[in-house]
């Protein structure tokens, strides 16, 4: 596995706080020596000029899921919000890392065992092994963010692990400003790894206002529909970058579709068409910036998305940077 | 308290004003603060803007607060005299059976009808909610004709509440959302800073931050302050763990809402500030809600926006409390804070 993929996951980044994985990606991309800034919210925005030609706004968001913490009760057990859409069956039994290394597992009230079929976070709590209140608030407090603990793990031709939902994205773009660095490009472009997408797309909403792009290409994940009694979802993994067509936020716009149609199939990339019941990307928010931009993604097809084991295959990865590349020199 | 803040709180609170038609909160809060304000203007969405010092060095500095309220509005008229409602923001329907009500430009006296208790059945009475649609408000009207002229469809229907204080130190009324915040910015900008100042008294707060979304385009500042009444669950039946907030625990801090996580900059600041100053102040402690601050957080390319409140029980509700105390510290805090924005003693 790539020391990058690891280091990217690892890094500490729940929504407004990604100022970690922007030192991890600046470092990274630093040899590149790329123009680049950092706007209000926390965008990181590089730019690589090209006279004349259109503006190409890529986004992949640093941010990741997490909880907040709303309240330590009297035997130093937490209780705690969502930081994006978490699913509670996805988020018991899992260990969460907060900034200062702490770490806790989350646990349900026993009581409830019973009727986990209507569980809800404010059954959950986080048990930091303290030993009451005054030992648990030495360590955390009210407000404080934790992320999924989990290290990644190769399994056969796929990685297993966290925040690979959009650590997987930004991944995908750094390579692929390596591959086309110092080449003719066919745009100017501005790679953003945007903030707070978690939440609502905010970052990617700022940034683009920022930049005013003339079109625009999100990379994120998808869900599957190859598990065992999955719901109906014409996506599975190893078979390429998914296409967008449409997702609960956005339609694609078809011109930036078919335009990444086109390069997949003129270089022999394998690619399917993504029609997403559920969930959005910061291509959503592009879309609407000021009078409009034709906006399109590439979705890495990602299993158990939001859980602390989410999956992707590297075949489908390495298809995403080349054909991301391709757009880019076209 | 001064006698002239209570005086305030009562006027904004007593002010009939649902989403859409806040034009009578907008006129006590210019004339409060005439004097005060370089220029005074209202936009196309009818938000108020108070501008001063504009072409001062330094941040732009926004103060926000919503003047909407939640409330009902007609929707039909019967042929008895009756009129249907609908409902103009979050409002428990469980709430408006039997309530007293003003209802369009006149502010006609009317109340929510309620079937007497003997005619209702153990079910009705034990496991019915009254759904809004089924409601009617009863004017004392024979037939639609004495209504006309009087009443129409679109009026705004508010809850006929008055303002008092009770207990150890606590203030009852309705809208203490957002007009608590109202009279808080009120203050704030009563005082002369050495940066710009852009108040925004916005509208539609209520129907999804409408107002702010395209007051914070008009002006789009660097630093946003938006004050709210919000949610204190510190009540019998519901757990420590859900109180959100409490009643006398000081200004509430919000670190993330249902629509947005706040500056982590300027909220840490606010907390050093009550710290050197002795002020209580309190988290909001529960991720949900939302306020005017998400919407201009987002304007343009971005603004560093907090969201402070005074904490109100039963907000939403025909009648809310809220506490001196915490009035008085959250305006203190933001004196506070502003002051040492500017470099300032306070």
Redesign the interface.
């Given at each position: 596995m790539d020391r990058l993929i690891r280091t990217l996951t690892q890094a500490w980044g729940p929504t407004s706080y990604e100022e970690g994985v922007r030192n991890v990606i600046t470092a990274e991309l630093s040899s590149l020596h790329l123009e680049n800034s950092v706007d209000t919210l926390g965008n990181l925005v590089y730019r690589i000029p090209c006279a004349g030609r259109q503006k190409l706004l890529l986004s992949a968001h640093m941010d990741q899921i997490g909880i907040i913490v709303t309240y330590v009760d009297k035997n130093g057990f937490l209780r705690f919000g969502a930081v994006g859409g978490l699913d509670p069956y996805k988020v018991l039994g899992q260990r969460v890392l907060f900034a200062n290394g702490k770490v806790g597992v989350i646990a349900v009230e026993t009581k409830e065992r019973k009727t986990l079929e209507h569980l809800s976070l404010d059954r959950l709590f986080v048990d930091i092994g303290a030993t009451s209140q005054v030992d648990a608030l030495k360590h955390v407090g009210v407000g404080d963010f934790a992320v999924f603990v989990g290290e990644p793990v190769e399994v056969g031709t796929r990685v297993t692990g966290v925040a690979l939902d959009d650590r997987i994205g930004c991944y995908i773009l750094m390579k692929t400003l390596k591959a086309v660095a110092g080449k003719k490009l066919g745009y100017e472009i501005y790679a953003m790894f945007s903030v707070q997408e978690e939440i609502g797309i905010k970052g990617a909403k700022v940034g683009a206002w920022g930049v005013q792009p003339d079109l625009a290409i999100a990379l994120d994940v998808t869900m599957c529909g190859d598990t065992p009694e999955s719901a109906i979802l014409d996506i599975g993994l190893g078979k390429g970058p998914a296409i967008k067509v449409k997702d609960a936020g956005m339609i694609a716009t078809p011109v930036v579709r078919d335009l990444l149609i086109a390069a997949a199939k003129k270089h022999k990339i394998p690619f399917q068409l993504e029609v997403l019941q559920g969930g959005t990307t910061d291509a959503a928010a592009i879309q609407t910036n000021a009078a409009g931009v034709p906006s399109g993604v590439i979705s890495v097809p990602d299993r158990y998305v939001h859980s602390a084991s989410e999956m992707v295959d590297m075949g489908d990865v390495e298809n995403c940077v080349k054909l991301l590349s391709a757009v880019l020199l076209s | 308290m001064e006698q002239k803040r209570i005086e305030l709180l009562r006027k904004l609170t007593e002010a009939r004003a649902i989403s859409g038609r806040e034009d009578e909160v907008a006129e006590i809060l210019r004339a409060e603060l005439a004097g005060h304000a370089d220029t005074v203007e209202r936009d196309a969405i009818k938000n108020m803007f108070v501008l001063k010092g504009m072409n001062k060095p330094g941040p732009r500095v926004m103060l926000n607060a919503h003047m909407d309220e939640v409330g009902l509005y007609v929707t039909h008229i019967t042929k008895e005299g009756y009129l249907h409602v609908g409902k103009a923001g979050g409002i428990d329907d469980r709430l408006l059976l039997g309530k007293k009500v003003l209802v369009g430009k006149d502010s006609l006296p009317g109340v929510i009808a309620a079937k007497a208790v003997h005619l209702c059945t153990t079910e009705e009475i034990e496991t019915k909610v009254v759904k809004v649609e089924d409601l009617v408000i009863d004017v004392g009207a024979k037939s639609d004709k004495d209504v006309t002229g009087k009443v129409a469809v679109g009026d705004q229907v508010t809850f006929a509440t008055t303002f008092g204080m009770f207990g150890d130190g606590y203030f009852v009324g309705k809208a203490f959302d957002d007009r608590a915040g109202c009279a808080v910015v009120t203050e704030l900008l009563r005082i002369d800073w050495p940066f710009p100042v852009i108040g925004m008294f916005s509208t539609q707060e209520e129907i999804g931050t409408k107002g702010a979304r395209v007051g914070a385009w008009r002006y789009t500042p660097d630093i946003s302050i938006t004050v709210e009444g919000t949610i204190a669950a510190d009540i019998g039946e519901v757990k420590?763990?859900?109180e959100v907030t409490n009643l006398g625990g000081g200004p509430v801090l919000t670190?993330?809402d249902g629509?947005?996580?706040t500056d982590?900059k300027l909220r840490k600041r606010l907390i050093e500030i009550a710290a050197k100053n002795g002020l209580p102040w309190q988290?909001k402690?529960?991720?949900?809600g939302g306020t005017d601050a998400?919407s201009i957080?987002?304007?343009?390319?971005?603004?560093?926006a907090v969201a402070v409140a005074v904490p109100a029980r039963y907000i939403h509700s025909p009648v809310s409390l809220i506490k001196e105390s915490d009035y008085e510290n959250t305006v203190t805090l933001l004196t506070k804070f502003l002051a040492d924005l500017a470099g300032m003693e306070a």
């Open positions: - | 420590d763990y859900q670190i993330k629509g947005m996580v982590h988290f402690r529960m991720p949900a998400r957080q987002t304007a343009k390319g971005g603004v560093r």
